[in-house]
């Protein structure tokens, strides 16, 4: 069980190119989770998903899109990088069950310059 | 929109001391959780707390919901290195769809040997 796992661990852009991070989990979780962490900010809602083929709107959604296409599979893309966007992206599952625990991967760091 | 304080920000003590942690709210939430990260891996659930006085113990770890369910605070007693890391308090509504939780922004401690 490899849990939840992020593909890349790092990136680096330039302004204005795009780039798609990828989740994966392998727990057969319903839901699934974009954040991005800044220092003393916490982790910030971007996007969701609550089943295969649907997706909604966290906290800090603009500038990043997402798919669901497969269950175990949840993508966010940045279409056009801007410096803002320079921060620690994790994504999260949850069974779907009421409450519960988020199971978190281990991040990917991307710096746009 | 529901806020989490966290204080403080930062705690830096010595191996052996005692510490306190505090996450407060406004708002009530149907249980809190408590997670720790480690520098580049994402956040581990360490705890939830769901009723409203409830203490938990996670051996030299102590874990308090407050009556209203609006704060928590997590109490180490004689505190070890191992400790180092990021906590973050998470607040779950149960008129949040999609299990979303909202963070507190993180107390980062640093336990010195």
């Known amino acids: 069980n490899a849990g939840v796992t992020q593909t890349p661990k790092f990136r680096v852009l330039k302004t204005g190119q795009s780039m798609t991070l990828l989740c994966a989990q392998d727990?057969?979780?319903?839901?699934m989770y974009w954040y991005r962490q800044d220092p003393g900010m916490g982790l910030r809602l971007i996007h969701y998903?609550?089943?295969?083929?649907?997706?909604a709107k966290g906290e800090v959604p603009d500038g990043y899109n997402v798919s669901r296409l497969k269950k175990q599979n949840f993508l966010l893309g940045l279409e056009s990088a801007a410096p803002s966007q320079t921060s620690v992206y994790f994504c999260?599952?949850?069974?779907?069950?009421?409450?519960?625990?988020?199971?978190f991967g281990p991040g990917t760091r991307l710096t746009v310059t | 929109t529901q806020l989490l304080e966290q204080s403080p920000q930062f705690l830096s003590i010595q191996e052996g001391e005692n510490l306190t942690v505090y996450c407060n709210s406004s708002?009530?939430?149907?249980?809190l959780q408590w997670y720790r990260q480690e520098p580049g891996e994402g956040p581990v659930l360490l705890v939830t707390?769901?009723?409203?006085?409830e203490v938990k113990k996670l051996k030299r770890l102590t874990f308090q919901f407050g009556d209203a369910r609006k704060d928590s605070s997590l109490h180490i007693t004689a505190a070890q290195p191992g400790d180092t890391g990021l906590y973050l308090c998470?607040?779950?509504?149960?008129?949040?769809?999609?299990?979303?939780?909202?963070f507190g922004g993180g107390t980062r401690v640093l336990v010195k040997p």
């Open positions: 999260a599952s949850n069974p779907g069950t009421s409450g519960g625990e988020q199971y």
């Open positions: 727990m057969n979780h319903e839901y």
């Open positions: 998903s609550v089943g295969e083929g649907t997706t």
């Open positions: 708002s009530v939430f149907s249980s």
């Open positions: 707390v769901v009723t409203g006085g």
């Open positions: 998470a607040g779950d509504s149960t008129k949040a769809a999609g299990n979303k939780l909202t």
